[in-house]
């Protein structure tokens, strides 16, 4: 009956070549039909049940359920009391499965979940490796391209490969790059420009002074000229009028009154020379 029972819920399936399924009819606590095999390949008929499940399902009349060692192997089992027409307990029928199928699963579960974990593991290392990479290159290459800039080499470009946040950082530093050599050129033109007023002024400072001092020169001979031209011109001015008075007394002798004549004649350019130079001293400064 008990091989009946077997193929009816097993249906004869094997695992590496044992029953995956057992059944017995216990009388009290001792096997008296049962296809649960020994070792040496015999029934394990007459062998007893253990003392948990003896005092559970014969003693209190419940049912088991759990994992027990039958004879030889770990099954996960189940077991029910047997009653006689007077409802007392005669003995108990046992229904089990190996665990070593279930067990071998679990391990090859977790065998394989561990492998799949390790292989994530692997996987998501070297995706980690890629990633850092593609962040840390381009923050090198702006580091490197800061460092040019610095520098004063403010040609430096950095390129952009990618459109996430890093690739607009380096959009951004580029233009920052771009304003930045504009505002030099325009600052190093402006500088040009004014060094180059600065020249043109200190020419026209230069000229300046040069036309102060020359100036200044002409004034003090300006100065000098009307001093003499007035030392002089009194002189003159007793010369030539002595000069006239000779003349109208001695209006009668001609040869004393030609040199007379030349007197005056001589008298009067030295007045103009002395009158140019009172003029020149008046117009002096400029």
């Not at 004014?194 to 020419?203: I, P, S």
């Not at 001609?254 to 103009?272: H, M, P, Q, W, Y």
Request: glycine residues 6%.
């Amino acid at each position: 009956i008990v091989d009946k029972i077997k193929d009816i819920v097993y249906k004869g399936e094997k695992y590496k070549e044992h029953d995956i399924g057992t059944a017995t009819i216990f009388q009290g606590d001792l096997r008296i039909s049962t296809n649960v095999m020994r070792d040496d390949g015999t029934r394990a008929i007459g062998t007893r049940v253990s003392e948990d499940v003896y005092n559970q399902v014969i003693e209190k009349g419940l049912p088991w359920i759990g994992r027990a060692f039958v004879v030889n192997a770990w099954y996960i089992t189940a077991y029910e009391p047997i009653m006689n027409l007077k409802e007392e307990i005669i003995g108990m029928l046992y229904v089990g499965m190996l665990e070593a199928p279930y067990l071998d699963l679990r391990n090859q579960v977790v065998f394989t979940f561990l492998g799949i974990a390790f292989l994530s593991v692997i996987l998501l290392s070297v995706i980690a490796y890629y990633v850092s990479v593609s962040i840390s290159k381009p923050i090198r290459e702006l580091a490197l391209a800061s460092g040019r800039i610095a520098k004063g080499d403010l040609s430096q470009r950095v390129r952009i490969e990618s459109h996430d946040e890093i690739g607009q950082l380096a959009n951004s530093f580029n233009q920052m790059t771009v304003a930045l050599q504009k505002t030099t050129e325009n600052y190093l033109s402006c500088t040009r420009t004014l060094e180059k007023k600065v020249e043109e002024k200190t020419d026209e400072l230069e000229k300046t002074q040069d036309y102060l001092i020359q100036s200044e020169k002409l004034t003090s001979l300006g100065k000098l000229a009307a001093g003499i031209a007035h030392e002089i011109n009194n002189p003159l001015t007793s010369i030539l009028i002595n000069s006239h008075l000779i003349s109208e007394m001695l209006e009668n002798d001609v040869a004393f009154g030609e040199n007379i004549k030349l007197i005056i004649d001589e008298t009067n350019r030295c007045s103009k020379i002395v009158k140019g130079l009172l003029e020149f001293s008046r117009q002096s400064p400029p």
